[in-house]
């Protein structure tokens, strides 16, 4: 994988070669529709044998209950509900999702038709539309804060800049890096290890630097983390927003990006990008899918002398991996629908926020490396 050429590096996309390796591995596919009605779309299954009426009464219920879903969703977008009674038990199930998913295809090529089983409830069907993450890496660097507030005079920056990344941590559900049960803590363990080897670097010098600075990150990492999960930061934003003057463009942005960050707390409140992530409707194993955990995170920096090795280890064991997790919105159709339903403005602007922050706090970087 390689990062994007066009906004310095800062939210590498995964690519079919590894920037290093160049491996030939796949890209990370979408995650399919893999809710567990979907193994009627992909086997083949014998005719019930006669006697076996448990069997049968079950397979009754739920065909009904599919049927009756079906009805309900035929209504709302206005399409055919084909008759597949000749059929038997799951034959006809299939055979009903496989026409709805076509007529579905041609209303809404992003669509996906499931059956979705529930816990006490017999299966029904839902539509699913998720939202494209665009398999990137959204990486957020928390050294750029630890430089402002180590300057006295950019303390309402500071303040204002910590209020948002505040809103990030707090409630966006973005992972930190220094928290042993996020999934970048491992991989930074493991390049602290690495370097426990002092014949890794060819000067010495190069080694002492890179050795003080995993200190560093070691001793301030977990301080910002304390002001993180501070309540009373994120309490500040809006009347930091409003007392902030910026005096430089980057200010200004980080002043905008602190506005939409407050507008979005007041439209959805408490809600985190991991609430659209449903991850229980997929029945494959975590092992080999990229989670959110794996593409959304704080780090310490994009411009420091662990961050090529920090992406090259991400990208490499990412392009293993054959499935992703991502925002996803879901309309059931065990009752009858009035309207479409299928909002992803939060996510939209979540994200958007994502790439703009991770901008802003490159440009703050870049004051401090040049």
């Avoid at 920037?19 to 779309?41: H, I, M, V, Y």
């Avoid at 180590?150 to 990030?168: E, G, H, N, T």
């Avoid at 439209?267 to 494959?284: C, K, V, W």
């Amino acid at each position: 994988m390689a990062a994007t050429s066009n906004v310095r590096a800062v939210r590498p996309i995964l690519k079919q070669k590894s920037r290093s390796l160049g491996s030939d591995k796949p890209r990370a596919k979408k995650r399919t529709t893999d809710a567990s009605g979907n193994g009627f779309l992909s086997h083949s299954f014998a005719p019930l044998v006669n006697g076996y009426s448990k069997a049968v009464n079950a397979g009754s219920k739920v065909a009904n209950s599919i049927l009756c879903a079906a009805r309900n969703l035929c209504d709302l977008y206005g399409i055919k509900l084909l008759d597949y009674e000749h059929l038997i038990y799951p034959q006809n199930v299939a055979k009903l999702v496989e026409d709805l998913q076509q007529q579905i295809g041609e209303i809404d090529h992003d669509a996906n038709v499931l059956v979705i089983t529930r816990e006490f409830n017999l299966p029904t069907l839902a539509i699913t539309k998720f939202f494209d993450t665009k398999t990137t890496l959204y990486y957020l660097p928390i050294e750029p804060l630890h430089f402002l507030l180590q300057q006295s005079d950019r303390k309402p920056a500071a303040q204002l800049l910590l209020s948002v990344l505040c809103y990030f941590y707090q409630i966006g559900g973005i992972p930190y890096f220094g928290e042993n049960s996020s999934y970048l803590y491992e991989v930074y363990q493991m390049i602290n290890e690495w370097y426990s080897d002092k014949e890794i670097c060819e000067y010495p010098k190069d080694y002492q630097h890179v050795i003080d600075h995993i200190q560093l990150i070691k001793r301030e990492s977990g301080n910002l983390l304390k002001s993180l999960s501070d309540k009373d930061q994120l309490a500040l934003l809006d009347d930091r927003v409003s007392k902030f003057y910026p005096t430089t463009k980057i200010e200004e942005n980080l002043k905008a990006i602190a506005y939409r960050v407050s507008t979005l707390i007041d439209i959805y409140p408490g809600r985190s990008i991991l609430d659209s992530i449903p991850d229980d409707l997929n029945r494959i194993d975590g092992e080999g899918r990229i989670t959110a955990e794996h593409y959304l995170s704080f780090i310490w920096s994009g411009e420091d002398c662990l961050y090529d090795q920090l992406m090259e280890t991400v990208n490499c064991e990412l392009q293993e991996y054959n499935e992703i997790d991502e925002p996803m919105s879901i309309q059931l159709f065990d009752k009858p629908q009035n309207q479409i339903s299928h909002n992803m403005s939060f996510e939209q602007e979540f994200f958007d926020l994502l790439n703009d922050l991770s901008d802003n706090l490159y440009d703050f970087a870049h004051e401090k490396h040049h």
